[in-house]
């Protein structure tokens, strides 16, 4: 779904949502992060600000949109966001791909983490890297770029910048699909990410939007599901 809106100067600019299966990690952290405000308390106002950030739209040409334009792609925004609570569901109850491309490149993913990760990758994500990210978004691309590495290659931080700006392209899709698996396999890593992000207040009301869709229950603050909280 896509709409246009001409400025006054006359150039006009397409906003268009994206279905998920298009949809990038870059992306999705910049529809997830930072966490949305606690004053949104309700399932349109959860979708109009990712919309926003999704299509860039600055709100000001968001209110001269068409009526019947803007409510489409609210609703093609809630497609996205119940295709990824789908998704997500489904990464953690099937079997985790044992290796994927990305623009050429081979990379393995661990099928025992527990007993696969050395101390340089766990001190990387334990004390650098998860410290800094305020959703479980952020951390995909981080979690990708320690654990999910080439044939034969060793770990070493000296790739991980490069690898993680490579791992933001990827399609959000397959980062749902391994890590759900690594989150449902590795206590240790489920455990730290739990402790640095919490309940996010974005994970919350997305919850609760999505529970108001009838795709999901309102989350139990206590819970420590191996579901990725965004």
């Not at 930072?34 to 309700?42: M, N, Y």
């Not at 966001?81 to 081979?106: C, M, N, Y």
């Not at 004390?127 to 691309?141: F, I, N, Q, R």
Request: hydrophobic share 40%; proline share 6%.
């Amino acid at each position: 779904m896509k709409a246009a809106v001409t400025d006054t100067n006359g150039t006009r600019k397409v906003y268009a949502v994206k279905p998920l299966e298009k949809i990038t990690v870059r992306e999705w952290v910049d529809m997830t992060c930072p966490p949305l405000s606690e004053t949104l308390k309700d399932r349109h106002d959860v979708l109009v600000e990712t919309l926003l950030r999704h299509t860039k739209i600055p709100r000001a040409k968001l209110e001269v949109v068409n009526l019947k334009d803007a409510e489409n792609l609210l609703d093609q925004m809630e497609v996205v966001l119940v295709d990824a609570a789908k998704a997500r569901l489904k990464a953690s109850t099937t079997l985790p791909p044992k290796q994927f491309i990305h623009k050429g490149e081979t990379f393995i993913v661990p099928q025992d983490l527990e007993n696969e990760m050395t101390f340089g990758q766990a001190e990387s994500l334990e004390k650098v890297l998860l410290p800094a990210c305020t959703t479980d978004s952020e951390g995909y691309a981080a979690i990708l770029a320690v654990m999910c590495l080439k044939e034969d290659e060793q770990f070493t931080t000296t790739i991980l910048k490069e690898r993680m700006e490579l791992f933001m392209d990827l399609p959000v899709l397959t980062a749902f699909d391994v890590c759900a698996f690594f989150f449902g396999c590795s206590e240790r890593l489920r455990t730290s990410m739990l402790r640095i992000v919490g309940l996010s207040p974005s994970s919350q009301l997305r919850r609760n939007a999505l529970a108001s869709m009838n795709m999901e229950k309102p989350t139990d603050p206590s819970s420590t599901s191996a579901e990725p909280l965004n």
